[in-house]
């Protein structure tokens, strides 16, 4: 008869998860600067949801730039930690990056040699240090979310590689779901990855009935959680595709001319390089679903990321993504068994050019990935004009960095939506005085197609009195629809 | 002249104990049907005094329950994934018996009714049994009155070791009463108990006995693996395939890692024949009596273990066979949960807090859930079509997070695992049919509610499950009813 099973930890692994926290809780310590503005926007929008305000449902399920897994993850934090006065954003980001190097020091103690232990460190040493941390490794940014799931998702790729055992792959197809709830670039990655997956497994099972059912099992998670970003915005939204109308506004506008810029060539060519890396190694090494994997993510992350620049939108985790992989690409490299002498070299050798590459690269950019912060008009500025004409009156904003520019709990003077509806604020407008902001129309914080708030700055409403004009196309409406029976033009109408 | 054990009739004059342990006689002891109409009370005036402040603390309760269920079932899928505890044995350890010298006697138990359709499949079946035949005792247990299964039976000239058992017409009519009576007389080492038209593997009853002496002596049970041998014929086989595979392949696998009380499945149960009498055999008054007895062995101090071996069943394909057989099933979980809490806090004693846990949930919360489901889905329905305002009040922050976690995750998970199980059981190409799960627990919910019926106008009322021995049969059949 089997032990039984031990509902708790044994001490060994008590002790290695009590040293993984300490490593979080040294990361948390040392983490390098602030946070990033997509980390800010997501504690914005947690805070929203604790509050109970709608643009924070609105915003948690109405935006691929940010996604539903970084706001739920801080909003189950962010209430106890308030009460430790402790930062959930660098707690998140501490506990995630913990959890990727404990994942690649695993992958190293299971396939690599001995000798080989500190590999990881160094290799994050030299991305933070020398190449002056261009994947944001000291910054608390959501897309650190996005590379825990990635990394547990391919290491349980590699470990179904190595046993073949179910449990692997039903672990890895979770991760794979969760990884559809970090945002565009997420999803594209793991749509593609799904394919190479399914690629590899077919290849290494080889007879159709072992492989019988394991494209559901490895697809189920995905399909759901695709499918569950369209129901949250059914159910909140009432449309159930608006999460996509902001891209799909932006693209009729797209900047092609970045794909010319210098910068962008240069970690396109990077990234090239990388894929031949993996290239060679999946052809000649015994990591072949490793590699093949991480094909995936040096073809699409570059793209997605230039893609995302264009279309002006923020590239949800591409950066730490982008960075995981790197490290994952040395890892398994460094554990690979070449089939030739040849292949081996060559493949170390592209694998040196890539390092040295990346020494010419990343130091000359300053942080390619981390999203320019608009300009906006400071918040008491606003109210201190308001208050001297019309002190009860509230500002209506529409967009989610909008909303989360201007945080506003009680929603005294700021009140938000993602979705506008001009009958909607037409009939708030008879109960109360309201106004209106319009950022400048140049696709940083609305498309610049969008029929409503575009039109709005260009030509403005019937509705509308430009109160005040801001440096930089800011545009202040006052509704002046008065209230029913108070106006004085009412014996007119 | 053999010993004559009485495993049948009332010997102790006592309604509820009418063998010396707690049976079926009655739905309810009088302190269950007291604290019942007590509670239906409460319920009422509470209803008068603040209807809105009930509802929200009941649907918090359920909402509760849901999470624990989920997150249970989550635990026993996550273990029997990491650890695959089924016992296994090579063909070089089945070669020979376990002490070297001879394979132990077993008897083989056959009860049937109107079965004659099958017989002549589940003999040959039988006598491919890789078993010394000298050591087997196979009893076909016959109802008097069952003149199809006797003639079929007569025709097909049967030699030893098989031999007819003629179960007298009493009260009440149920397979558990004909088990006992089957095997009241005769000695064996092992008995195992397959239903009419199962095909167990040949080698399966070597299996049980290496698993047997392979445990330690508190190991008095052995369950096999049950799975369908005609997935394919409809939606309902498919569907019903990936809820055994999810039972039989993950759920059990986990408890019995947990070793925790495992409710039996109907047949390819094999016992310790002595043990087996010991505890009084099955409960004659309960239609699910495997269920019953698990649960009694276990509180009797005797472990069950699963061992990697499976019998092929005729998986039902009609829908009101169907939804009979499931209203069997709930009806007998109802019906064994009331009778193990009988003697609440000793039961509680006696399992220790963690196994009563897993006892509430796994035994009550199985047939609970299947009851309250239809509520939460027509409420789901109504909320996602008409949005009503006042649902909203019964579903404060934390219910409401509860809640969204069952809705999304929770009914995920019972699907997928689903399709895991249909994996991990050989039949990955029905694995897919676990998104259409849904629809299937809507038929399991309809059963539910109809054993759950059916409990309080016919508690004993057996619901026999009809088998077929070709698909083409099966509208034979119904044409004949016709």
Redesign the interface.
Same mark, same amino acid.
């Given at each position: /008869?089997?032990a039984?099973?031990k @509902?708790f930890f044994s001490r060994r692994q008590m002790l290695e998860a009590a040293f993984w926290l300490l490593v979080a809780l040294l990361l948390y310590l040392f983490m390098l600067s602030a946070d990033s503005l997509a980390m800010r926007r997501h504690l914005a929008i947690a805070e929203a949801l604790l509050s *109970?305000q709608l643009w924070g449902r609105q915003a948690l399920v109405g935006s691929l730039e940010y996604a539903p897994l970084p706001s739920l993850l801080l909003l189950v934090f962010a209430a106890p930690l308030q009460l430790l006065n402790l930062s959930a954003s660098k707690l998140l980001c501490a506990l995630a990056q913990a959890y990727c190097l404990n994942r690649m020091f695993k992958l190293q103690r299971l396939f690599g040699k001995s000798w080989q232990t500190p590999l990881p460190l160094l290799l994050i040493a030299l991305l933070l240090f020398c190449w002056k941390d261009p994947f944001l490794f000291g910054t608390a940014d959501p897309g650190w979310i996005s590379a825990a799931v990635y990394a547990g998702f391919f290491y349980h790729m590699c470990l179904w590689q190595h046993d073949q055992e179910?449990?692997h792959l039903?672990a890895g197809a979770l991760f794979l779901g969760l990884l559809c709830l970090c945002g565009a670039s997420a999803i594209l990655l793991a749509a593609l990855s799904y394919v190479i997956a399914l690629a590899e497994i077919r290849k290494k099972l080889g007879e159709p009935?072992?492989?019988? *059912?394991?494209p559901?099992?490895l697809g /189920?998670?995905l399909l759901?959680c695709f499918a @569950?970003l369209f129901i949250w915005n059914w @159910?909140i939204m009432n449309d159930p595709l608006f999460l996509l109308r902001d891209f799909w506004l932006r693209a009729g506008s797209m900047n092609l001319a970045l794909f010319k810029q210098g910068a962008m060539s240069q970690l396109l060519f990077f990234y090239l390089l990388g894929l031949l890396v993996l290239l060679i190694a999946a052809q000649f090494s015994d990591q072949s679903m490793g590699t093949r994997l991480l094909q995936a993510a040096f073809l699409l992350l570059p793209l997605c990321f230039m893609a995302c620049r264009a279309l002006q939108v923020h590239p949800a985790g591409v950066a730490t993504l982008s960075g995981m992989a790197l490290l994952l690409l040395f890892l398994v490299f460094s554990y690979s068994n070449f089939n030739t002498r040849i292949s081996e070299n060559l493949a170390w050798c592209a694998a040196l050019a890539l390092m040295f590459c990346g020494f010419c690269v990343f130091p000359n950019l300053t942080k390619p990935f981390q999203d320019p912060e608009p300009a906006s008009v400071p918040a008491e500025l606003l109210c201190q004009y308001i208050d001297r004409f019309w002190p009860d009156s509230r500002i209506m904003l529409y967009g989610l960095p909008l909303a989360s520019t201007y945080p506003d709990r009680p929603e005294k003077r700021f009140l938000a939506r993602l979705d506008f509806h001009e009958q909607m604020l037409h009939e708030q407008a008879k109960d109360e005085q309201m106004h209106l902001l319009i950022p400048p129309n140049n696709g940083e914080l609305y498309p610049k197609k969008h029929p409503v708030l575009a039109d709005i700055h260009r030509r403005g409403r019937d509705w509308l009195l430009l109160e005040k004009q801001y440096p930089g196309g800011w545009q202040l409406w006052r509704c002046v629809t008065a209230p029913s029976g108070e106006s004085k033009l009412d014996h007119l109408r | 002249m053999q010993k004559k054990y009485k495993l049948s009739g009332n010997l102790t004059g006592d309604i509820l104990n009418p063998r010396g342990f707690p049976q079926a006689t009655l739905v309810l002891c009088p302190w269950q049907r007291r604290a019942l109409l007590g509670f239906i009370a409460l319920l009422l005036l509470w209803a008068l005094l603040n209807w809105r402040q009930e509802l929200l603390l009941i649907n918090l309760a359920l909402t509760v329950f849901y999470l624990l269920a989920m997150l249970h079932r989550l635990f026993l899928i996550g273990l029997s994934l990491r650890y695959s505890p089924e016992m296994k044995f090579s063909a070089e350890q089945l070669a020979r018996p376990p002490n070297g010298k001879e394979w132990p006697s077993y008897m083989v138990i056959l009860p049937m009714y109107k079965e004659g359709a099958v017989l002549p499949e589940l003999i040959d079946s039988l006598s491919k049994l890789d078993y010394p035949k000298d050591k087997l005792d196979i009893r076909l247990l016959i109802e008097e009155d069952d003149e199809e299964t006797r003639s079929v039976a007569d025709q097909l000239n049967l030699k030893a070791p098989f031999q007819q058992v003629i179960i007298p017409k009493s009260e009440p009519r149920t397979k558990p009463k004909a088990c006992n009576i089957g095997i009241e007389w005769g000695e064996a080492d092992y008995l195992v108990i397959y239903d009419a038209e199962d095909k167990p593997e040949a080698d399966q009853l070597k299996k049980a006995v290496w698993a047997f002496a392979e445990s330690p002596e508190e190991v008095a049970c052995v369950q096999c693996k049950l799975s369908y041998y005609n997935p394919d014929w409809n939606f309902l086989t498919r569907c019903f395939m990936a809820e055994y595979a999810n039972w039989f392949g993950l759920c059990l696998p986990g408890l019995d890692l947990l070793q925790a009380p495992i409710p039996l499945g109907g047949t390819s149960n094999h016992f310790k024949l002595p043990i087996l009498r010991q505890v009084g055999a099955w409960d004659e008054y309960n239609v699910t009596e495997d269920c019953d007895l698990g649960l009694r062995l276990f509180v009797a101090g005797w472990r069950t273990r699963i061992v990697d071996s499976t019998t092929w069943e005729q998986a039902c394909h009609v829908l009101p066979y169907w939804i009979a057989q499931r209203s069997r099933w709930v009806k007998g979980y109802i019906q064994t949960y009331l009778v193990q809490t009988r003697d609440f806090f000793g039961m509680h004693r006696k399992l220790g807090l963690w196994n009563s846990f897993q006892f509430h949930l796994f035994v009550g919360g199985n047939f609970f859930s299947q009851l309250i489901n239809p509520l939460y889905w027509i409420l789901t329905l109504g909320w996602l079509i008409f949005k009503p305002d006042f649902v909203s009040q019964f579903f404060p922050l934390p219910i409401f997070i509860m809640g969204s976690i069952c809705l999304f995750v929770g009914n995920f998970i019972f699907a997928y695992t689903a399709g895991i199980a249909c994996v991990r059981r050989g039949v990955g190409r029905l694995a897919y049919y676990a998104a259409l799960m849904p629809f299937y627990w809507i038929l399991m919910s309809f059963g539910a509610w109809k054993g759950f019926l059916q409990l309080i106008t016919k508690p004993h009322h057996w619901e026999k499950t009809k088998h077929f021995a070709n698909p083409e049969s099966v509208f034979e059949h119904l044409e004949a009813k016709e």
């Open positions: /008869m089997p039984k099973v @509902l *109970g179910l449990r039903v009935e072992k492989f019988a *059912g394991l559901t099992v /189920m998670p759901y @569950l @159910l | -």
